[in-house]
């Protein structure tokens, strides 16, 4: 196969894992950065140049788009998809998981459990939208943050009404969740690959802190998951169509709840933890997937 990965910086761990493992496997790849492609779109014919020439001959592209480069990043994916490239995670399912008030929407109305979230605009109904969630501590964040960041703890309610209007002075989107104080600052990250759990890591948070992201520093070990926890991780990877997801769980007493849905889960942490060859996972799938669609095509003819 000939595989891309769209990827901003080729010294990344996850993109050179991925460079390396495809390579292991015979494969052709090479890292684009998104923002230095660009595109023609026209009703006779889609194609994309990258520094200057073509991007042609594509089997399969692997996106690795931050949450900077979002907007660009999935239309240039999107341009592949058009050129009929396979994706593990398409466009729209990344716009999907970026969003975390549409992500909470799609996975409630498949009835998966999460924590419970409100979401409101006006200062006036800041008391009210308070009263729906219940007694504090809230977790308030940042509706498009990522590795912890735009995330604060309000163990009041007066701390969680300041919150709300310095963000909402900031004219930022945010949501306010219950606080799970049972996961006592742990959580689980579940690395879905076509529709299986491959690995899974339990992160643990720092002395105070109450979130468990290794880039805040908490720390991760290998963790075993229940029947119910691996069924509702590949379940919430499924809603937001993606073939490749980190679900993040919350043990809660009520079972597990899905926290996040991310698009492009680094593969550092969980290979270090789990010692499970992730990439590989991964290029495998695309295999599947590609070596599956050419020998359709071949029975169709």
Known sequence: MKIAILSRNT???STQRLVDAARARGHVVRVLDPLRCYVRIAPDSVAIRYKGKPV??????IPRIGTQSTFYGTAVLRQLEMMGVYTPNSSDAVLRAR??????????????????????????????????LGEPPHVIKLNEGSQGT???????????????????????NFLVQEFIAEAKGCDLRCFVVGGKVVAAMQREASAGEFRANLHRGGSATAVKLSAAERRIAVRAAAAMGLGIAGVDLLRSDRGPLVLEVNASPGLEGIEAATGVDVADAIIALLEDQVGGARRGGANAR
């Open 99 to 132: 969003d975390k008030l549409r992500s909470l929407q799609i996975l409630a109305a498949q009835g998966i459990a999460m924590p419970v979230t409100v979401f409101g605009d006006n200062p006036d109904d800041t008391e009210d939208l308070l009263a729906m």
């Open 150 to 172: 735009g995330v604060v703890l309000a163990e009041k309610r007066s701390a969680s009404q300041s919150v709300i209007e310095a963000f909402r002075g900031l004219y930022a």
């Open 56 to 61: 042609r001959d594509l089997d399969a592209a």
């Open 11 to 13: 010294r990344l761990y």
